[in-house]
């Protein structure tokens, strides 16, 4: 192998190595609490723990990180949770019947109104998640 080659892969390993270091170090510093939020699927609407409020509005701050959690309490009915809305970058959540789904995500930069669905049962369950511009609480 040349001198050349030896110093090419050399560099394109420092590079990545860097780069590796960088994401790690983003991931350890953020100490940013992670904030639970519960939506319940039960009677085709979703619902949060304490409020009958069928498909209630969400509110969130810009940058907070979410663990969003999907309860399926129907028998016998799967039950899905998704943001359609490409800013917000959450991948779906699918609970089986009597389980329990989550997934971590941090909410968009962009404040707005964002619908939130069952993909399976649009019609009933859906509602809005609101996200107000702010810093999330460190």
Do not use: Q
Request: charged share 25%; proline share 9%; aromatic share 4%.
């Amino acid at each position: 192998m040349s001198t050349k080659r030896i110093r090419d892969l050399s560099l394109v390993l420092g590079v990545v190595l860097l780069v590796g270091l960088a994401v790690a170090v983003t991931a350890l510093t953020d100490r940013s609490p992670v904030r639970e939020m519960v939506l319940v699927a039960d009677e085709m609407v979703f619902s949060v723990p304490g409020d009958p409020t069928p498909n209630p509005t969400l509110t969130a701050v810009t940058g907070e990180r979410i663990r969003l959690v999907l309860d399926n309490r129907d028998r016998g009915v799967v039950h899905d949770l998704a943001v359609p809305d490409p800013a917000f970058r959450m991948e779906r959540l699918e609970a089986d019947p009597g389980t329990r789904t989550a997934v971590e995500i941090r909410v968009p930069d962009r404040p707005g109104r964002y619908r939130y669905l069952c993909t399976y049962h649009s019609r009933m369950m859906t509602g809005i998640l609101v996200v107000t511009p702010g810093s999330p609480s460190r």
